[in-house]
């Protein structure tokens, strides 16, 4: 069982209050030029039960580090589509 497959199993056990994150970051030059680059769910006592990087596709043009925490290297090492 992979890690993802292990926090979705999660999803299923936790209580009905969830809370979901997502970053983006910026594919183009464009204001709507975004991408889910990390999904994260934490629950109604503030734990992380999924959080994922994912690989933006075709290519990131800016993490925007200061906004997603995640740098170019690590959204490139995300979870692909």
């Known amino acids: 069982?992979?890690?993802?497959?292990?926090?979705?199993?999660?999803?299923?056990?936790?209580p009905k209050i969830l809370a979901l994150d997502v970053e983006?970051?910026?594919?183009g030059p464009g204001h709507n030029?975004?991408?889910?680059?990390?999904i994260a769910v934490?629950?109604?006592?503030?734990?992380?039960?999924?959080d994922v990087v994912v690989k933006v596709e075709p290519e990131c043009f800016s993490?925007?580090?200061a906004i997603t925490g995640l740098t170019r290297d690590?959204?490139?090492?995300?979870?692909s589509r």
């Open 1 to 14: 069982m992979t890690e993802l497959d292990k926090s979705l199993a999660a999803l299923s056990l936790s």
């Open 33 to 38: 030029d975004r991408a889910p680059c990390r």
């Open 74 to 79: 690590e959204i490139a090492r995300g979870v």
């Open 42 to 50: 934490v629950n109604d006592e503030l734990e992380t039960i999924f």
């Open 24 to 27: 983006c970051a910026a594919t």
């Open 63 to 65: 993490p925007m580090t």
